[in-house]
């Protein structure tokens, strides 16, 4: 078994996620220590995905937030490269009339232009090759006038949490692991590529270097994950 590393060859990290597939949110829900339900809502509050719009969901692994935007009335296409995590997402979703689950990359999506209101991709972004890219593509595949949201890991703010994430990723964390995980070096992973992870500011540059305007980020849990929003042009 070859571990993911900070290279974030596709062909690794799809084979990771492939073999995490079936307890990757309880494990998620474990690690952020309850967090990450809240993040989710958050997430679904930017995204505002209303009746008989369009959502594509990025990286959407099991289609955690993609059965959000549908509840919400939203036609939802959860896009991922991992086809155990899309067969876990259809095991638990593929009732759901809302939802169309499509293996596909983030690099390359295999949409038209301006197909949809709305593009999000959730603690994803992270680990696509290239990241820049895939902004690229999800401006591209959104209407003039659509948004995009992001969530993901960022850097912490709070000096005095800061200290405690920290001797908490490096020091509890591995423990919980292998507790509750039947990989825990896919969460090796995880604890690396959070690390290398650019700052706020700096994913924000890069969603305006790909053509979003209107770009605005807000902290969750003190800059643990933050999400980032911007717009089409709608001249585009």
Do not use: C
């Amino acid at each position: 078994m070859t571990k993911a590393d900070l290279e974030k060859r596709p062909s690794q990290v799809s084979a990771m996620f492939d073999r995490v597939s079936t307890h990757y949110d309880r494990t998620n829900d474990v690690l952020s220590l309850g967090a990450a339900p809240l993040w989710r809502r958050q997430t679904r509050l930017a995204v505002k995905a209303r009746p008989g719009e369009r959502v594509l969901d990025v990286a959407a692994g099991t289609g955690t937030m993609s059965a959000l935007f549908a509840e919400d009335g939203a036609k939802v296409t959860a896009l991922d490269f991992s086809h155990g995590m899309l067969e876990e997402g259809v095991r638990r979703h593929g009732g759901d009339a809302g939802i169309t689950f499509v293996h596909g990359d983030a690099t390359q999506l295999p949409f038209e232009d301006g197909t949809f209101d709305a593009t999000t991709i959730s603690f994803g972004l992270r680990n696509v090759q290239q990241p820049k890219l895939a902004l690229a593509e999800m401006r591209r595949v959104t209407k003039p006038g659509g948004r995009i949201v992001v969530s993901e890991f960022s850097t912490v703010t709070n000096p005095v949490v800061r200290v405690g994430y920290d001797v908490y990723m490096a020091t509890l964390m591995p423990l919980v692991v292998r507790l509750v995980s039947s990989d825990p070096e896919a969460y090796e992973y995880l604890h690396e590529t959070i690390q290398a992870w650019p700052d706020q500011p700096t994913l924000a540059a890069w969603l305006r270097g790909a053509g979003f305007e209107r770009v605005k980020y807000r902290n969750l849990s003190s800059g643990i994950a933050a999400l980032h929003k911007g717009f089409v042009p709608t001249g585009a």
